[in-house]
């Protein structure tokens, strides 16, 4: 690939290229980047998701750590008062849709759904991915603008 690379999803039934572009805030602690087009397409593809997941989703967004990291599905289950088996559901439910991974036995939101920390440490989690080969990635070059694209397929 030539050219720099920009993190992106394409649009599967389209083919376009949906570009991760991002509001953000760059307070010291609060620099939040939230990516519309990565969570329209993620949530898209995940009809399966229950109510329950929803709202622990919206939690997520709220608390979410720096680097992306979560707390656990049982702290969860504690903040919003959800039994156990709920908070672990969600996060089997939201793991499936490749919102929530887990690296490590540690949670977190995925880069191209948001991300919370600086532009190096975003790619880094990018690379990551695709190093370990997330069905969901893909990569290619997009002609029209000259850059190489990274993201969902």
């Not at 519309?36 to 998701?49: A, C, F, V, W, Y």
């Not at 709202?55 to 720096?66: F, I, K, M, T």
């Amino acid at each position: 690939m030539k050219g720099k690379e920009r993190y992106a999803i394409l649009d599967r039934e389209t083919g376009e290229i949906l570009e991760l572009n991002a509001k953000s805030s760059t307070g010291s602690s609060n620099w939040l980047r939230v990516f519309q087009n990565g969570k329209r397409e993620l949530l898209s593809r995940s009809p399966e998701l229950h109510g329950q997941s929803h709202r622990v989703l919206n939690y997520l967004d709220a608390v979410v750590a720096w680097g992306n990291s979560l707390p656990t599905p049982a702290k969860v289950a504690e903040s919003l008062n959800l039994k156990l088996h709920n908070a672990y559901r969600a996060y089997t439910e939201l793991m499936k849709a490749e919102i929530v991974l887990k690296r490590d036995g540690v949670y977190y939101l995925s880069p191209l759904y948001c991300w919370k920390g600086n532009e190096k440490q975003f790619e880094q989690a990018c690379q990551e991915l695709i190093k370990q080969n997330t069905r969901a990635l893909g990569m290619g070059w997009d002609e029209s603008v000259g850059q190489a694209w990274v993201g969902l397929t």
